[in-house]
């Protein structure tokens, strides 16, 4: 039996761990009962609103989600019936029985699909996934993207209008389109990770906060979708590359690489997962470009140290994704991981071409990985010149401040002109 009157911290952890737990599939469910992504939004949004006050006086009930169904659904009741758009078939779901676990999957999994749909932008698909799936306020999504809270707000509102004037359905696809809309949402979670993982712009080079939403993503959909490589693939990648995040800056916010790294520090239980996840992929045969990169995480994570990380695998790994198709970001990363087995002067030959040719000039990791293998090799003239583009095209201020510093190191006692000088 529930205990009466909880103490206030013992409601706040119940609630927030209800709210980690129930929203996205209450949001669903609601939205499959009243036909409305709105009102099952504030619906379910009012009866959190609700579960504090509610909970110290009465206790935490031992079913929170149950709990928070019946709640939500009066709430979306008393909406309708206010609006004059009551079925009244809807009045009766108060007193409904909860639906079966594989019910609310059900309806998660349309919802994801939904929210993902590719008669909207991959923004507002961004956007509205966050919001909706996984309950991130207007404010909370717009700090992570750096734009204004009501420019946020509207592009979430033109999204809800347009599923709502397209009709857009809320379903799982047939089986004939699954695989192309499961592609869609893997995009839109991947957008997200890779934004936490490496902000495009901002002070901040990591956003823990979007990382944390992509890997929970990642995993619901792989465990509701369990079959498809790609997903488990996509739940590798994101899980095997944040394990590295508390290593991946110092106590002043600026980055440290990998070779300089405390891998004492990498989440261990995000390792074991994700090597787990890639297991998985490797069973059912994911084929799209999410395995390669988590062969490749896989690959550091095992490393004991830097030294020790088989180069060799890795470039493998990349010379198999080009033949498959991978563009020149994926050329880029096999030139650096040539330079690790083979020595600068290989990984300048690799990087030639791709310089050569324009088509990194606005990606100043290029212009990093170039510099340092000029550097390493006394080139600091060139090096120089090579961070000066780098900064130019830099949007991110933690990685501007980075390369600053990097580039005074050649300025400091004045640059050597090559290795013999």
């Not at 992570?144 to 397209?166: E, H, N, Q, S, W």
């Amino acid at each position: 039996m529930a205990a009466r009157h909880s103490p206030v911290p013992t409601v706040v952890s119940a609630v927030d761990a209800a709210f980690r737990a129930e929203w996205s599939g209450l949001v669903a469910v609601l939205r499959r009962e009243f036909g409305d992504l709105q009102v099952a939004e504030d619906a379910a949004q009012e009866a959190f609103a609700t579960a504090p006050r509610a909970w110290r006086r009465d206790g935490v009930p031992e079913r929170p989600g149950a709990w928070l169904l019946v709640t939500a659904r009066r709430r979306a009741i008393d909406t309708l019936r206010r609006g004059k758009a009551l079925d009244e078939r809807m009045a009766t779901l108060v007193d409904a029985p909860p639906p079966s676990a594989s019910e609310i999957l059900d309806d998660q999994l349309a919802l994801i699909f939904g929210c993902c749909h590719p008669a909207l932008s991959v923004d507002a698909q961004v956007a509205l996934t966050l919001r909706t799936v996984c309950g991130l306020s207007t404010d909370q999504i717009a700090h992570a993207f750096l734009v204004p809270g009501p420019t946020m707000g509207k592009r979430i509102v033109r999204a809800k209008d347009k599923i709502r004037r397209a009709g857009i359905p809320f379903d799982v696809p047939p089986v004939e389109h699954l695989d192309e809309r499961v592609e869609g949402v893997a995009a839109v979670i991947y957008a997200v990770f890779t934004e936490g993982h490496a902000s495009s712009r901002g002070a901040t080079l990591i956003r823990g906060d979007l990382c944390d939403e992509a890997i929970w993503l990642a995993e619901t959909t792989s465990e509701l979708l369990p079959t498809h490589g790609d997903l488990h693939a996509l739940s590798a990648l994101c899980l095997l590359t944040d394990a590295r995040r508390a290593a991946r800056y110092d106590s002043a916010g600026s980055p440290v690489l990998l070779a300089e790294q405390d891998r004492d520090r990498w989440d261990r239980a995000k390792v074991t997962k994700g090597l787990d996840h890639l297991i998985a992929a490797r069973r059912h045969e994911a084929q799209g470009a999410y395995r390669p990169q988590a062969e490749i995480a896989a690959i550091h994570s095992m490393a004991p140290c830097y030294e020790a990380t088989e180069w060799s695998a890795i470039v493998t790994v990349y010379d198999q994704w080009l033949e498959a198709g991978g563009g020149p970001v994926v050329a880029l990363n096999r030139a650096a991981a040539i330079g690790e087995r083979d020595g600068s002067e290989a990984a300048l030959a690799a990087l030639a071409p791709l310089l050569d040719s324009g088509t990194l000039d606005d990606y100043h990791y290029a212009h990093i990985a170039h510099a340092t293998h000029l550097r390493a090799l006394g080139r600091d003239e060139d090096a120089i010149r090579a961070y000066d583009r780098a900064i130019a095209v830099c949007t991110n201020d933690a990685e501007g401040t980075w390369i600053r510093a990097q580039r005074a190191e050649l300025t400091r006692d004045g640059p050597r002109r090559s290795s013999a000088g």
